[in-house]
Every structure is written in C-alpha cells, then in structure tokens.
C-alpha cells in the first residue's frame, strides 16, 4: 500500500515539475475527460486523495474552490499543506486498518458502507487514472509526459515486508 501512495506522490511530483513548462493558458484550458483541465486534474488529485484520509479518520473535509487555486504555485502549495497529513496516515497503516469500516451518508439518507482497505486502494487507483488522462493531454500538445513506469524508481525500500 505505502509503495504505491509513494509511487503516486513521485509521480504527481513529476508532473508539477513537467508543467513548469506550459504557459498558464495551457495548464487552464478547458481539455476532454477528466475535470476538464491539467491544472483542475492536479487540484483534484491532492483534494480527492486527502478529503477520503480525513473522512476515515473523521476529521473535517477540504471545501475550498478551485477557483482559489488556479495558479500551479497555489495548487503545489496546497499539496505540499495536506501531504504531512496524508502521509503520517499511510506511513501508520497496517494491516489491521484493511477492514475498519466507513459509512458514507449520502443525500437523501442513503448510505453507502467500504472498508478502508477498499478506499485506500481507491484512492490509489483515482490518481493513476487521471495520470493517464494528463498523459494523454501531454502528447496532444506535442509534449513527452512523465513516465507512469514504476520500476527504476527506487521503491523497492518500500515493499511488502519492508512497510
């Protein structure tokens, strides 16, 4: 679990470095898929994957807009706010967290139950997703994007048995 939420964050990273090459008008405009841009796509990793570790632990969700936050300095910054937080959770997950239960009450009183093993994995699986979106809007402007590969990244520390 935490070799993956690492691999995500160095990817994620990387990509906040790879868009220091796009003018502000690139990292805005509005693109097909996703939340409908690179730089809403970024904003919306970091807020999905903390708003989900604060649910669990019942702490208070994040509403702000990202209206506030669309400058990729702004949105760096908010990640780099919520990732002590997020990262103290997964660096304590263990084995006995995979079945604690969480109860999503949704509109209406309807309810949805996970496991919080499910929603970590989740969260997981939410930030590879729209890192192939951001892939796939990096060669249409003409642009190599990051590479997804995990391998060679230096994560083997941090593998089953190791976490």
């Known amino acids: 679990m935490q070799t993956l939420f690492r691999y995500n964050w160095m990817v994620r990273e990387e990509w906040y470095k790879w868009c220091e090459t796009l003018s502000e008008e690139e990292l805005l405009q509005p693109r097909t898929g996703g939340v409908g841009g690179i730089l809403k796509t970024l904003f919306h990793i970091a807020d999905v994957e903390w708003s989900w570790i604060m649910a669990m632990q019942g702490k208070p969700d994040f509403e702000e807009d990202f209206a506030e936050y669309s400058t990729l300095d702004k949105v760096k910054e908010l990640d780099a706010r919520f990732r002590p937080e997020v990262e103290a959770f997964v660096l304590g997950w263990h084995e006995g967290l995979e079945r604690n239960i969480f109860v999503d009450k949704r509109y209406e009183g309807e309810k949805a139950i996970d496991a919080w093993g499910e929603i970590m ?29 995990l391998i060679g990244r230096g994560l083997r520390d941090t593998l089953p048995g190791k976490e």
């Open 121 to 149: 994995r989740h969260i997981i699986a939410h930030e590879i997703h729209h890192i192939g979106q951001l892939s796939v809007w990096a060669r249409e402007l003409g642009h190599k994007p990051v590479s997804a590969n």
